[in-house]
C-alpha cells in the first residue's frame, strides 16, 4: 500500500481514537478488555475470532471491551447480560446497522439491516406473511415435498451431498417468497441466491475486511493500492441487486399473466396496505438467503455430529423406529413424542451455531453495571461464548445430546432462546427454521445411515471438524458414506416420492 495512504490511515485511526476517549473518559469507566496495540488497539484471529474473544471473558467478564483500527467495540458473553441488553432494554439495542462491506455490496435494509423503525415493521410484517405459525400450515405440504426430494438425491449421486443440502433451503424459500419452483441442480435463481450467501457470508465477516472496521477506507478509489475491496464490493453489488430485482420481476411478470402462486411477494404487490417496494424487493431477497444460509450450516453440522458419534445416531434411529414405525416418514407432528431427535437438533445448534456473532447499535447513551456504553458502539452479541460458556456445559466442545435429556431446559441455556436472537431483532423466521430443520434431521435419520468414507486405498477417513470464519459459519467440504438403511426404508421412500408427485 502507498506510504501517504498508510499515513492517511494511520492520523484517521489517531483521530478516531482521540474522539472516542474524550468522549468516553469523563464519564463512567468503560468495560475491561484486553490491551491492543497503539492506534492498531487488538488484532483478532482470523479464524474463529468468537472462540478467542469467549477466551477473554475468562479474564475481562461479560462484557468486554476492544477497539480495531480506533474503532471501539463491545462484546457481550453471558446471556445474563445479553438478555438485560437486549431483551428489557430492546428499545435501545434493536438497532442493527450493516457492516460497512455490507452496505458496500447492496446487501442492507430489508428485514435483516432496516433502520427505519415503520420501514422496519413492515419488512417483518411481510416476512410474517410467509414464516407465522399459520402459514406454516398452508406451506407445510410443500416442505415434505422438498425434503423428499432431497432425499431422492442423497440416493442416487450421495457424494453430493453437501451440494443437496445446500439447494434444499434455499428452494423452500424460492417457493415461500416468490411461489417460484426450482428446475434442478443448475437452476439458475438457486446458483444466484447460493452466490447471494456466499457473499454475504464473507462480506459480515469481522476479520476479513478492514473497512468493516474503519468505514472511511470506503472512500478509498478502487484504483488505489488497497482499493481491491471497492472493486470486489462492486461486482457483489451489482449481483446483489440483479438477483433481487430479478426475482421481483418473476412474481410481477407471474401476476399479469395469470399464472402466479401464492408467495410473500405476491401478497405483498395485492396488499391493501401498500409496501416500500424497496422493503418487499430487500425483504424477499434476504428471506431467501437469510433462511437458507443458517438452515444449510444446522444441516450439514448435523452430518458431521452423525458421523462422528455413531452411537448417537443409532439411538435416534431406535427412537424414530419405536414411535414412528416403518409404514411412513417422520413429520413436524412427531417431535413430541421423539425427545431424543429433539435433544440431536438442540445440541447440533448448541455445538456449532451457524451465526456466532452478531451486531447492535446502542441509539443512546447507556449504563450496564456501572460500565458505560456510548451511542453507536459496536456491540457484538456472541452467541458462540454463551452456548460454549464452561460453568454451563462443562464439556462444551463435546457433542452431547443427552445434555438436554431428563432435566428442565432453561432459558439462559436453550440454544433455541439463544441462536435466533433477543428482543425485537429475533429471527422472524425461527418457526420455519426449526420445523425444516427437525423435519429434515428425523427423515435423514429415519431413511439412511451415514457413516465414514473410505480413501482410495481403503482406509476409514475421520473428517476434521473445521468451519468456515465468516459472518455465518458451516462445516467446510467433508466427505462421508450415505446408505439406505434397509430395503423398506428405501421403499418407504418411494412411496413418499409417489404420493408427493
Not at 102 to 131: H, S, W, Y
Request: with cysteine.
Amino acid at each position: 500500500m502507498d506510504g501517504r495512504l498508510v499515513f492517511a490511515l494511520l492520523s484517521v485511526c489517531f483521530a478516531t481514537f482521540l474522539y472516542r476517549w474524550r468522549r468516553t473518559s469523563c464519564r463512567w469507566p468503560r468495560p475491561p478488555g484486553p490491551p491492543g496495540l497503539p492506534l492498531i488497539g487488538n488484532i483478532l484471529p482470523k479464524q474463529y475470532p468468537w472462540e478467542a474473544i469467549r477466551r477473554w471473558g475468562h479474564t475481562y467478564g461479560p462484557l468486554i471491551r476492544m477497539s480495531v483500527l480506533g474503532t471501539p467495540a463491545l462484546v457481550v458473553n453471558s446471556y445474563e447480560a445479553a438478555a438485560e441488553l437486549f431483551e428489557k432494554r430492546s428499545s435501545i439495542y434493536s438497532q442493527r446497522h450493516p457492516m460497512e462491506m455490507i452496505l458496500l455490496c447492496g446487501m442492507d435494509g430489508g428485514v435483516l439491516f432496516e433502520t427505519n423503525p415503520v420501514k422496519l415493521r413492515q419488512a417483518r410484517r411481510l416476512v410474517a406473511t410467509g414464516v407465522s405459525s399459520r402459514e406454516l400450515d398452508i406451506y407445510r405440504p410443500q416442505l415434505r415435498t422438498h425434503i423428499a426430494k432431497m432425499l431422492e438425491k442423497f440416493l442416487h449421486t450421495p457424494d453430493k451431498f453437501l451440494d443437496h443440502i445446500q439447494h434444499l433451503p434455499g428452494e423452500i424459500m424460492l417457493d415461500i417468497a416468490y411461489g417460484y419452483t426450482s428446475t434442478g441442480f443448475n437452476d439458475p435463481f438457486i446458483k444466484e441466491a447460493e452466490t447471494w450467501i456466499r457473499n454475504f457470508a464473507i462480506a459480515g465477516s469481522v476479520t476479513e475486511y478492514l473497512v468493516n472496521w474503519l468505514p472511511i477506507l470506503s472512500y478509498v478509489p478502487q484504483w488505489l493500492p488497497g482499493g481491491a475491496f471497492k472493486r470486489t464490493a462492486a461486482l457483489w453489488n451489482k449481483q446483489a441487486v440483479d438477483f433481487g430485482e430479478s426475482a421481483f420481476q418473476f412474481v410481477v411478470k407471474a401476476m399479469t399473466d395469470g399464472v402466479s402462486r401464492p408467495s410473500v411477494v405476491s401478497k405483498a404487490i395485492n396488499s391493501q396496505d401498500p409496501y416500500d417496494r424497496h422493503v418487499i424487493v430487500k425483504s424477499a431477497t434476504q428471506m431467501v438467503t437469510g433462511g437458507a444460509d443458517t438452515s444449510v450450516s444446522v444441516i450439514e453440522t448435523f452430518m458431521l455430529a452423525m458421523l462422528l458419534n455413531p452411537e448417537v445416531q443409532r439411538r435416534a434411529q431406535d427412537e424414530i423406529d419405536r414411535v414412528v414405525g416403518a409404514d411412513r416418514l417422520p413429520t413436524y407432528s412427531d417431535r413430541e413424542s421423539l425427545p431424543f431427535v429433539e435433544a440431536v437438533m438442540r445440541e447440533v445448534m448448541r455445538w456449532r451455531p451457524p451465526v456466532p456473532m452478531v451486531p447492535r447499535h446502542p441509539t443512546q447513551d447507556d449504563v450496564y453495571n456501572g460500565y458505560f456504553i456510548p451511542k453507536d458502539t459496536i456491540v457484538y452479541i456472541n452467541f458462540w461464548a454463551m452456548l460454549h460458556d464452561e460453568e454451563k456445559f462443562p464439556d462444551h466442545d463435546k457433542f452431547d445430546p443427552d445434555r438436554w435429556i431428563g432435566g428442565g431446559v432453561t432459558k439462559d441455556i436453550d440454544p433455541f432462546g439463544i441462536v435466533f436472537g433477543f428482543g425485537r431483532r429475533e429471527c422472524p423466521g425461527k418457526l420455519l427454521a426449526v420445523e425444516l430443520v427437525f423435519t429434515t434431521l428425523a427423515n435423514i435419520l429415519a431413511v439412511f445411515d451415514i457413516t465414514k468414507a473410505r480413501s482410495t486405498d481403503g482406509q476409514l477417513m475421520t473428517p476434521a471438524v473445521a468451519y468456515s470464519s465468516g459472518g455465518i459459519s458451516a462445516p467446510l467440504p467433508f466427505k462421508c458414506n450415505i446408505k439406505p438403511r434397509t430395503e423398506r426404508a428405501l421403499k418407504l421412500l418411494q412411496e413418499t416420492l409417489a404420493c408427493e408427485s
